[in-house]
């Protein structure tokens, strides 16, 4: 017998965890999704401008990844293989190469870590002391890198580092690009601290950053910020370690977010939409001098998922062959700042933060940020917000969103913002 869950939603409040936290903003049972929509099993649809948190780039259900996909299972192709070799990972790993690898003139090496970005991460940092014999790690005010232990540790939110139930050492946290006012320099602040033996820092075993802060609140470091603390990475003899989760595979305008700078990141973890269809899949790019890992010295049951593997594999094949689909983001790009200037011209104070398709407007306030969000929903525009505030309408639609899907949901959005800011002044 089948419970009809959408007349019955107590079973969640009954039996889930108090920490579940999206459904409390989307307050529907979803059962079905295509493209760039969800839809509810009260028959509701609604625009996705959330993409499981950048992990569908692609949309939800991209046909050719789930033929292949289906093909696999139904051949009764490897499900889970530990690290062992199967053809699903070798033909991965050949077409990461001959895509992605290879045009960049990058000879990192492939690590297959645990499924989440936080396990990539942990890798990547563990990886660095192991190497440099150091312990400390210089993250950034406003970063977010995980949630496990090593990762919180960089992580700079405050709710989030108390869940920790104790100390998170081994980090120094600096200030990012612009967190102290445009008029300070924080690269040359992070400069005269690191070249000053009695600041108190410890020699930095690496540096890890996000080129544009995804859960921070949507900051996108400038090309000579992130080029200077590449160049103090290298002079300080740190690894450079830049966490391409959220802002990669596309979401900032290419598929890595350093695409158009000149730095060699030492490190590179990924995760969120590596698979292509929403599938737990986590990696973390290594330069091979820093391969010093003896057999299983860091491993785990799920290292590199089979079925990621081959829907990762259509995804790189479909979308990452030309620049067809690179122009195609710019392009959606420009239509997203110009939709959210919209939105920034009638709030005072408001302004866009983020680059690519990783854009959102900062208005000032978590509650008129969370206002919009909740009025978009009720329009049938599933959206959410960012910052160490939740000041930030933070918009991160599919980059396959078809134009017009597109624009329909920045109306959407822009009128939400105004019946919110209408109110806003009605109250006060």
Wanted: proline content about 4%; charged content about 20%; hydrophobic content about 40%.
């Amino acid at each position: 017998m089948t419970t009809d869950i959408s007349a019955d939603k107590s079973v969640f409040a009954r039996r889930e965890s108090q920490v579940r936290s999206y459904c409390r903003s989307f307050d529907a049972v979803f059962d079905r999704a295509l493209g760039a929509e969800l839809f509810d099993t009260e028959g509701n649809s609604y625009i996705d401008f959330l993409s499981g948190c950048s992990s569908l780039n692609y949309g939800h259900n991209d046909p050719d990844m789930k033929a292949a996909l289906i093909a696999h299972i139904t051949g009764d192709g490897i499900a889970h293989a530990l690290d062992m070799y199967s053809s699903p990972k070798a033909e991965f790993l050949e077409t990461f190469e001959r895509l992605i690898l290879a045009p960049r003139g990058m000879d990192h090496k492939v690590m297959m870590t645990g499924p989440t970005g936080t396990n990539a991460v942990e890798a990547a940092i563990k990886l660095a002391r192991k190497v440099t014999g150091r312990s400390n790690v210089i993250s950034f005010t406003n970063g977010f890198h995980g949630m496990t232990l090593g990762a919180l540790s960089l992580t700079g939110n405050v709710s989030k580092r108390a869940g920790a139930g104790l100390p998170l050492g081994d980090v120094t946290h600096l200030p990012y690009e612009g967190s102290l006012g445009e008029d300070v320099d924080t690269l040359a602040m992070a400069e005269a601290m690191l070249d000053n033996g009695s600041s108190g820092i410890d020699a930095p075993a690496a540096f890890v950053l996000e080129l544009v802060q995804g859960e921070g609140g949507l900051t996108a470091a400038s090309r000579t910020w992130v080029e200077g603390i590449a160049r103090l990475a290298k002079k300080h003899g740190a690894k450079l370690i830049v966490d391409d989760i959220q802002a990669g595979i596309g979401r900032a305008g290419s598929f890595f977010s350093f695409d158009e700078m000149d730095i060699e990141p030492d490190m590179i973890p990924m995760a969120k939409s590596l698979s292509g269809f929403g599938l737990p899949f986590a990696l973390t790019l290594i330069k091979p001098e820093l391969d010093v890992w003896t057999p299983a010295e860091h491993n785990g049951t799920f290292r590199g998922n089979t079925h990621a593997f081959v829907t990762a594999k259509i995804a790189l094949e479909k979308f990452w062959s030309d620049d067809a689909f690179k122009d195609e983001i710019t392009e959606k790009a420009t239509v997203l700042t110009d939709g959210l200037q919209r939105i920034a011209d009638m709030i005072p104070g408001a302004r866009l933060k983020g680059r690519g398709m990783m854009q959102g407007v900062d208005v000032g306030s978590g509650g008129l940020a969370g206002a919009i969000c909740a009025e978009a929903f009720v329009r049938g525009l599933i959206i959410e917000t960012s910052g160490s505030e939740d000041e930030v309408v933070k918009v991160l639609a599919p980059l396959t969103t078809p134009m017009a899907q597109f624009k329909a949901g920045l109306d959407t959005l822009t009128d939400a913002a105004s019946s919110c800011v209408e109110t806003k002044i009605a109250a006060e």
